[in-house]
């Protein structure tokens, strides 16, 4: 590696996603003052992820659940109350 071209905290650093207890050990300069004892025994800086591809809807393909029925049994659902209303009227 070359000499003076990396800041001098750039050290392994794990890259943690609480949520799906996932993580990475990556070359980093990322700010931190926490560690983590990792799977192979040693203990890392840690730098926390709220949302990783690990966790993260887009790449999971566990997107919100979608109503099963299609368009037409929808707006009837939905509508059915304004419906009976104008049947009254008339």
């Known amino acids: 590696m070359k000499q003076g071209v990396h800041p001098e905290n750039y050290r392994t650093v794990l890259f943690y996603d609480s949520s799906v207890n996932e ?18 025994g040693k203990e890392y800086p840690v730098f926390m992820l709220d949302t990783s591809s ?7 393909g566990k997107q919100r659940e979608h109503n099963k029925e299609g368009r ?13 209303a104008l049947k009254k009227e008339k």
Do not use: E
């Not at 990556?26 to 192979?40: G, H, L, V, Y």
């Open 23 to 40: 993580g990475w050990l990556i070359r980093s300069c990322a700010p931190t003052n926490k560690t983590m004892q990792w799977t192979d």
């Open 54 to 60: 690990a966790s993260h809807p887009v790449y999971t």
């Open 72 to 84: 037409a049994s929808q707006f009837n659902q939905r509508y059915a109350g304004m419906m009976s």
